[in-house]
């Protein structure tokens, strides 16, 4: 598989999910301290969509994805890590697809994300409006507010054992994905050494959202309360999409200073999010992502036997 395609993940319950172009795996511990790894194809139709593949487009998509496949793997992180039939029927569940109460938690959660870090810094904004002198600044503080709500969870629940485990697991998922992207072999050795930080980060992301949200409705001055929140939600798919192209623009030129300059707030609020792995927790990152690799190879390896042996 050529290294010109991404590959990335995040950090589930005791483990981290990896995906590629076409599979998605993820490897996690068993009370026992087992590795039980899973890849399957992606086959939904955004997958095989010219029109997902869009610029602007498909950064809505890969949000949406994300949280799909998010759920769906911490769910079955979960049951594994309960062991016994939980985890058994989370490998069942997981060859028949989403459970819609899977569906319906992901929604819930991010509607109460939309409501958090979208709608209420228009409240926080106007609780102080008289105050502010121009349309601009209202767009600045109001940014300001959504900056120190996502930041100020992130920090809140850093400080929680369970999750401190899980940025754990996301930092050895940056580790392998950044020994993958430099070449070298994926052994626990290998990967230990490399940094924390990668600029495809879901954390990073966000940064650069709050920074285009900024920009964006800058452009509507200040309407009514009714149209704010209208507008709020509805750019929604428009500022993920700029954000998107952002993250990826900055991945494939990141070794130029300038690029990494304009990266850097985001790239530094990953501090947070990612802590120093144990090997346990790079052995898992490794596995998921070797699963990966070997699923994506698969078919181009039985493409290349349905060649030979029809022979010239």
């Known amino acids: 598989m050529a290294k010109s395609a991404f590959y990335g993940g995040q950090a589930v319950i005791e483990g981290v999910m990896m995906r590629g172009p076409r599979h998605v795996a993820v490897a996690v511990r068993d009370p026992a301290g087992a590795l039980v790894v899973h890849a399957e194809p992606l086959t939904g139709a955004i997958y095989r969509s010219r029109w997902a593949r869009w610029p602007l487009v498909r950064g ?157 409705f800058a452009v509507l001055g200040h309407p009514s309360l009714v149209f704010l929140i209208l507008s709020r939600v509805a750019l929604i798919p428009v500022i993920a999409g700029i954000g998107y192209e952002f993250m990826r623009f900055g991945a494939t030129n990141y070794h130029r200073s300038i690029i990494r300059g304009l990266m850097k707030p985001g790239l530094a609020v990953q501090r947070l999010t990612t802590r120093e792995p144990d090997d346990s927790m790079i052995e898992a990152a490794i596995a998921a992502l070797k699963a990966v690799l070997d699923a994506e190879a698969a078919p181009l390896v039985l493409q290349a036997r349905t060649l030979e042996s029809a022979g010239p």
């Open 60 to 216: 809505t998509i890969a949000l949406w994805d994300t949280l799909v496949l998010g759920m769906k793997t911490l769910s079955f992180s979960a049951n594994v890590a309960m062991g016994g039939e939980a985890e058994r029927a989370a490998i069942e569940q997981s060859k028949r697809g989403s459970q819609p109460a899977v569906l319906g938690a992901m929604i819930l959660a991010l509607g109460m994300a939309v409501a958090i870090f979208f709608l209420l810094p228009i409240f926080l904004t106007n609780a102080v409006d008289r105050s502010i002198p121009s349309a601009l600044a209202r767009n600045l503080i109001e940014t300001l507010f959504r900056l120190a709500l996502i930041l100020g969870y992130m920090y809140a629940i850093s400080l929680m054992s369970d999750v401190q485990r899980v940025f754990g697991y996301h930092g050895a998922e940056h580790k392998t994905i950044n020994a993958y992207e430099a070449g070298v072999e994926l052994t626990v050795p290998n990967v230990r050494p490399f940094t924390l930080i990668h600029p495809r980060c879901g954390t990073t992301f966000l940064v650069t959202v709050v920074i285009v949200s900024f920009l964006v």
